[in-house]
């Protein structure tokens, strides 16, 4: 007696120590098998949806449908009693789980089916104990058992529960954090949504992406036609990332003579070549920390091309005339206008760079493509407007909205805002700009003319006609020259102005006018 005493609280402590179902069954069965000398116990676990029954130790093979009668298990569920199973009858059932049971278990003579229950009488699984002894009364009424069976019940449940729990805790965090991303992104994109202005699904789709690459450290590639917004897609992928609060280097690639672009990139010892007569740090170390802003990517030259994609590979770098190696933490973002498929045919972008470049390809379409915008995007610029040159509000009128839709702004909406603002100036405060002083067809007298050849004018004088052109390179060059020569002219020397009637940033046309000497008229 004292012994069986010490032996049930033995197997009652085990029992108790057991933090989850699958371990809990596996002890029990084991302890039922050694204290009752048994050949075999199995435990099947009944699932959630209560139609299934759960072998775990069969594996695969321990499937049991409760509405499957070629095994004893349905039917045990069914009358919620427990019963014997002969040898014999144990052979009539074909079921393949069950044979395999049966085999695993030495085809004893005879099996003992117990379905275990909860306190609220729920069915929680079933115990299979086999022996060659059929007398299996002397066992079942043991308190022994008995108590072992009202243990492993209560165990049971509060495992499920526990486990419920945490599955319900488990779901409940998911949802929140689902809930809290999708908040998160929402808010994001709407303060977004005051600098990338536009109500297009595309504009919607795009803030979206920013936000979803800024979280992450990959290497943006932004891609659309000049003026259509990548250099705010570029500062909006800084704001929202991590970075945020590091420096956002920006580098015009166009702007920068391709003789200096490398040494402001990779900055320089003193000495490192004539006329380095200090030490520079690169704009390369400048960005540790923060974003690289590669604008104009396209325009980089080839040699630099390689550098760069050594760099981006290890984020090493040596500036120019030094012996050491310098490590810069930065994210890359890289914008061009330039459609680099063609330029990597061309053998003017190397493709690995492209690959490498365009980890998260972003492409901004043009403006004439998402009509929705066109509209908020004037509110944007005539309060941009207001705002800066302290004039009262004014609107727009759908009259004047209907003459810019019919428009396909080659310039984007850089060239939207230079036609508002213009219009802004000749609308008197309080009033709505009317079509009249968008003067679309002054400023652009056919469609044809924003795509084609610009009407030669005095300044364009001395060109040579298509005859007289021997070298093409240097005519083009030369046209280029006289047409940023004569809209320099026409805006009085102002650079800003001139770059923005000729759909360039102002770094471009510098660097430009730089190339071809073209001095201040
Ligand atoms: N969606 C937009 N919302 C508000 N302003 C915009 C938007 N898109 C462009 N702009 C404005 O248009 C002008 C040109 O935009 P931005 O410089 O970003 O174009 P870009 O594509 O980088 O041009 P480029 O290829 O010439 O460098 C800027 O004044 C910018 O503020």
Not at 81 to 106: I, P, W
């Amino acid at each position: 007696m004292q012994t069986e005493l010490h032996t049930g609280i033995d197997l009652a402590v085990e029992l108790l120590r057991q933090d989850n179902l699958p371990t809990l069954l596996n002890v029990a069965s084991r302890q039922l098998q050694n204290t009752f000398g048994l050949t075999r116990c199995w435990s099947l676990e009944l699932d959630l949806s209560g139609r299934t029954l759960h072998c775990a130790a069969l594996g695969e093979q321990g499937e049991f449908d409760c509405g499957d009668f070629s095994h004893p298990f349905a039917h045990l569920i069914q009358q919620g009693k427990a019963r014997e199973l002969s040898r014999a009858a144990s052979y009539r059932l074909d079921h393949e789980g069950f044979q395999a049971m049966v085999d695993a278990s030495n085809r004893p003579r005879s099996f003992w089916l117990e379905p275990i229950k909860g306190e609220d009488g729920r069915t929680l699984g079933i115990l299979v104990l086999c022996n060659e002894e059929p007398e299996w009364e002397g066992i079942t009424a043991q308190p022994l058992y008995r108590g072992l069976l009202t243990l492993l019940s209560h165990q049971w449940v509060s495992q499920l529960r526990s486990s419920d729990q945490v599955w319900q805790r488990r779901l409940l965090k998911r949802s929140l954090d689902n809930l809290h991303d999708a908040e998160s992104m929402r808010q994001s994109c709407e303060q977004l949504s005051e600098t990338l202005v536009g109500n297009s699904m595309a504009m919607t789709d795009l803030r979206s992406q920013i936000v979803r690459a800024a979280g992450s450290q990959l290497s943006v590639l932004v891609q659309g036609e000049t003026g259509c917004g990548k250099d705010i897609v570029a500062q909006g992928i800084h704001q929202f990332s991590d970075r945020k609060n590091g420096p956002m280097v920006v580098v015009n690639c166009a702007a920068i003579p391709d003789t200096l672009l490398e040494s402001e990139l990779f900055g320089h010892t003193k000495g490192a070549f004539s006329g380095a007569d200090r030490a520079k740090e690169g704009l390369l170390a400048q960005a540790n920390g923060g974003t690289l802003f590669l604008d104009e990517i396209g325009d980089m030259p080839m040699a630099l091309q390689s550098k760069l994609l050594r760099v981006l590979e290890s984020r090493r770098f040596r500036p120019l005339g030094a012996q050491q190696e310098q490590h810069s933490d930065f994210r890359l973002v890289a914008a061009t206008h330039q459609p680099l498929n063609e330029c990597i045919e061309d053998g003017r972008f190397r493709r690995d760079l492209f690959f490498r470049l365009s980890q998260f390809p972003l492409r901004v379409l043009p403006l004439r493509d998402r009509p929705d915008d066109l509209e908020p995007l004037c509110r944007h610029f005539i309060r941009e407007y207001t705002a800066r040159e302290g004039a009262g509000p004014m609107g727009i009128s759908s009259h004047a909205l209907k003459l810019l839709a019919g428009y396909s702004f080659p310039g984007n909406a850089r060239e939207l805002r230079n036609i508002v603002e213009f219009a802004c100036l000749q609308t008197p405060v309080g009033d709505d700009i009317q079509p009249e002083v968008l003067r679309l067809d002054e400023l652009f007298p056919t469609q044809e003319s924003c795509f084609g050849e610009p009407a030669l004018a005095d300044g364009l004088a001395g060109i040579p006609t298509a005859e007289e052109v021997f070298d093409l390179r240097a005519a083009s060059q030369a046209y280029e020259a006289a047409i940023i020569r004569e809209r320099l002219r026409q805006y009085g020397g102002n650079r800003a102005q001139a770059a923005d009637s000729l759909g360039l940033p102002k770094r471009t046309l510098a660097h430009k006018c730089l190339k071809y000497q073209v001095t201040e008229v």
